[in-house]
């Protein structure tokens, strides 16, 4: 597997660029939610796997209450509008920092903790080849409700076919898996790839 195709950063740029004014707003909006309905700070940071293995800090709006969270939370450690954000995934909004910063691209596959690298077979790391998505193939044919080793698989197929073409594809089919709703729900918890814990 080849790493991002040509050109990649550019698309991340010019998207990133006509998106910032409506993200800013809506992002200020969900500031304001946050520090309204419970104490805590409004953003939430966590360690990630990015491209080559690279370990980053992805930028999320905080939506549990603040504290000690496990990975797979309690449904009661999600606050009323963290449940809204997640269901608009408003959530990944501050997201658009770690593109800007070039930790993440706009379409990818979406950035996973280290643990679950540590369970990837050798084809599996081939999803690591890109830089991780604000978006992408998996995330809008079905998300969270498709097992991990399938996730994997789409991700590693849009490794293998990204395109500017297959990024705009993905990003208008993006708008259509936020209003439905598909999968936003938390991983199984009998699935070995989205639990923690020992392999």
Known sequence: MTGPYRGKRAVDLVV??????????????????????????????????GRDGEP??????????????????????????????????LDELPQLINVARGEMSIV???????????????RQRGRLHVRPGLTGWAQVNGR??????????????????QSVRFDLRVIALTFGALLGGDGVEGHASDDPLSSGGSS
């Not at 603040?66 to 999600?78: C, L």
């Open 16 to 49: 990133l660029g006509a998106a910032a004014l409506p993200a800013t707003a809506l992002s200020a909006i969900c500031s304001l939610a946050i520090k309204a309905s419970s104490p805590g700070p409004v953003l939430f940071r966590q360690e990630r796997v």
């Open 56 to 89: 980053f800090q992805v930028i999320k709006f905080r939506t549990m209450v603040h504290g000690d969270n496990p990975i797979v939370p309690d449904a009661s450690r999600i606050t009323t509008v963290g449940r809204w954000l997640r269901r608009l995934s």
């Open 108 to 122: 990818g596959p979406r950035p996973t903790l280290s643990y679950q690298v540590e369970r990837y077979d050798e």
């Open 144 to 161: 969270n409700s498709v097992p991990w080793a399938r996730r994997i698989e789409l991700d590693l197929e849009y490794v293998e076919r």
